[in-house]
C-alpha cells in the first residue's frame, strides 16, 4: 500500500475506512509505529449489546461477530455475556423450545437415540473441564498482508467452565458399529440461501471417542446464552472453536469420511508447519484446521494504557495451547534484547489457559515495547512471523507498547 | 483424562427446562393470581392437546388454515421456550455507481457491515471474492450484476477508494437517502393460458420457491421462514396481498433494496414465471363488497391527507419523499394488499420502514374507509 493512502483516508470523515487505511498501510512502516496507529484507531471501535450479552466489539451483526474486549481476560473465567460471539449462516437459532429440543444421534449405529436435554442431564455421567474455546480467525486482522474474513483482534476467544456429557457416552449407547470412521456434528442453524452449504463439521472416531470430547449443557455454570449455542454445544478442547458446533441437535457416526464444504473447502491450513505459507507461493496442499497452537498474550497493559515511574507495574497475561502445557513464559521490556520468567499462576486444567504475571519497575519515563514468548513442554516455541491465506491460527510473539509517565 | 473431569455424582443433571431470568425475555404468559407458574402450565396443556386435535382436524377439512395456526396455544402451552430478539446495527453505505446491485444481491444473507469491516483489497481478490459468493454460497446474480458489485467493492473498498460521500460510518442505522434511480423493469412475464400449462407452471413454481424462497418467506410463503426472525425489515407474507404480474416481475429482477430480498435475474425466464404462478396460488382470501362512493371518497380524503406524501397521490409510492426512503413505500397500482392487512399495517407501522403506526392518528371510520380506498387503486397486469 502506498504511503499516500495514508494521507488520503487520515483525512477522511469516516472513521472506519480510517481505521482501516491506517492499520493497513502502517504495517509497512516500523512495527512501533503500527502500534501506535493500532493504539489511535482504538476508540473508533462500535460496543453493541444483543441478547443475553454484555458490551461486545462490533465486526458485524447479521449473522454476528461480536469481540470481547480484552479487559475481560483480567478473569480466568470469561464471563458468559461477555464471551465472543460468531456465526456463519444467517438463520440462527433465536427461539428454542428447551421441552421439544431433541438430541438426533444416528448413521453408523445400532440404536439411534433421541435424547431431551432432561434426559441428557440424568441418564449420563455428568462431566465438568475449564477450556479455552479461539476462533481459528482470532486475531486475523493483524496479518500482513490483509486477507478476508471476520477483522477480528485478540478477543474472538474465551475460557470457560463447560459441563456436560461426554460424547464417548453418548456414542457408546447408541452401539456404534464396526467400521466408523468419522462422526459428523451440524446444529441448528440454517442458510437463507438453499445453495449455502450447511454447516457441519466432523471429527475422526478416535477423537469423538476419546472422553475429552463433550456435549456441554451449561456454560459457567448456567445454560448456555442464545448466541453461544443453547441448549448445547460440542465441546472439543484444545481444537480451534469451528469444531464447537453450537446449538448441536444432530450427530451422525459414518462409516466413511465426511465430505461436505465446511470441512473439504473451508476452516483449512498449510500442511507446512505451523501453517505458514506466502502469498508468493501459497502452499500447494492444506488440510483441516485442528489444535490450538501455542500462544501468550498481554492482557496488561492494555494498548495506549499509560503507567506511572514511580511505583512497580505487574504485567500480566495468559497463555495456553492444544493441552500440552505451559512450561514457562518469558517476558522482554527492552524490545526483545534481554528475557526474563514470569510467574505462573495456578493451573486450572491442560485445556485452560494459564495467567501469568510479571512484575516489572520502569526504569525511565518514555515508551517502552514489551513482548512475551512462551514454551510448552513439548519443546514448542512462539515464532516471529506467521502468514496464511484464510489468517487462521495466529500466534506470532506478541509486542505491546507502553508509556511510562 | 477423566480424572480431570470434575463429578458430582450427587447432583441431579442439567436443569435446563427450570424458568429462570432469562424469561423476562420469553413469550411469557402472565400467571394467574393464585395459581402456580407449573400447575398453571399443566392446567393449559390438559385443554391445550384436545385443543390441538381438533383444531388439526379442522385444518385437515380445509378451513382456513393460516387463522386456526396463529390460534394453536401450542407455543403458549409451554413455559420452557427461549427466545431472543436480536438487534440490528447496518452501516450507512457509501454511495457509488453499484451500490444498487450491492443492495439486492449481497445483503440477503448477510450484514452490508461485512463488507465494511474488511480492509481495501485490489479489483482482482473483490472478484474472487465476490464469484465465492456465487459458486460456493449460492448468490444469485447475472454477470451485469458481478460487474457492478465489484465496481462497488472497488470503489468503496478498493486501493483507491475514496473517502465515501454517504456519512459517517459508525451510525447505527441506515436511514439515510440511497440513490434515487428507478430499478429497471423487469422482463415481460407470462402465465399460461391453458389450466394444464398454467398447473405445470405452478407445480415447477412450487419446487424453486421450495428451493430458493422459503428460507425466507418460509414453505407456504406466509414469511415465517427460518431467516425471517434475524431481519430487521420481514419477508413478505405472501398470502396478504395480491401482486400484479408486473410487480412480480419487477421485484424478481431487481430485487427490493433496502430489504433482504434479492434479485433473482439468475434464473430463466420459464422459472421467472413459474414462480409468478405459483406466488399468485399464495393469496386466496376472499375480498370485501366493494366500498360505497361515499367510503371511497372519504378514504380518499384521509389517503391524500397522511399518505400521500410518501405514496404519491394516486397511490404509486412516488410521493414527494419517495425518493428519499428506502425501502421504497409501496404503489398500490401494482399490489393489493387485503383489506385486514391493510388495517394491520396502518395501524402497527412496519418495524425497519419509513411506515409509521396511525393508531393514535387516524379514527376507526378513517382506518375502514383508507383500507378500502388504497385497494381500490389496484390495477391488475
Redesign the interface.
Known sequence: ??PE?VQ??S???????HC??L??AGTVLAPHLTLALAESTHR?E?L?????KTDLI???????QLETPLKYFRQDLTPNEAFYVRWHL???P???????FRLEIDGHVEKPLSLS??E??????????VAVNQCSGNSR?FFEP???G??WKNGAMGNARW??V?LRDLLDRTKTKAGAVEVAFSGLD????????NFVKALEIEHAR???VMVA??MNG??LP??NG??LRLVVPGWYATYWVKALNHIQVLPEKYHG?WMD?AYRIPTSPNGNESPDHLAPETTPINRLSLRSLFVRPEPGEQISSRAPFEIEGIAFDSGTGIQRIEVSTDNGGSWKGARLDQDL??FSWRRWRFDWKPPSPGKHQLKVRAFNRGGEQQTTTLWNRAGYMRNVIEQTEVKVL | MQARHGRSAGRRGPQPARPRDHQRKTRDLPTPPGCCRQDYFRATWAFAVPLVASLCFLAACGTLFSDVRAATPEVQATNNVRSITMPHFEPDLPIAPGCDEYLVVCVSCHSPRYVTMQPLFPQRQWEETVDKMVKVYGAQMDPAQRASIVQYLVATHGPNSAPATAGDEDSDFTSAARPSSRPETGPSLSLAAQDQGRLRQVERGDELFKQNCAGCHGATGRGDGVVAQVLLRKPKNLASTRFSMSFLSQVLWNGKRGTAMPSWRGLAHPDLEALSAYVLTLHTAVQPDQPSKEALTHGNQVFQKNCAQCHGERGDGKGPTATTLLPEPASFKLKQPDFDYVLQVVSEGIPGTAMPSWKNQLSQSDLQALAGFVRSLFEPR
Open positions: 500500500m502506498k493512502t488520503s483516508l483525512t477522511s470523515r469516516r472513521g472506519f475506512l482501516l487505511g492499520a493497513g473508533s462500535q453493541v449489546r444483543f441478547p443475553e462490533l465486526r458485524t451483526d447479521r449473522p454476528p444467517e438463520g440462527i433465536t427461539s428454542v423450545d428447551a421441552d421439544r436435554l432432561a441428557l442431564g440424568s441418564q449420563f455421567e455428568r462431566v465438568s473441564l486482522s490483509r486477507v478476508a471476520g477483522q459441563t456436560g461426554r440454517r442458510a437463507a440461501m438453499s445453495g449455502t452449504p476419546d472422553s475429552e449443557y451449561q448456567t445454560d442464545m448466541l443453547f441448549p464444504f473447502k486444567g491442560k
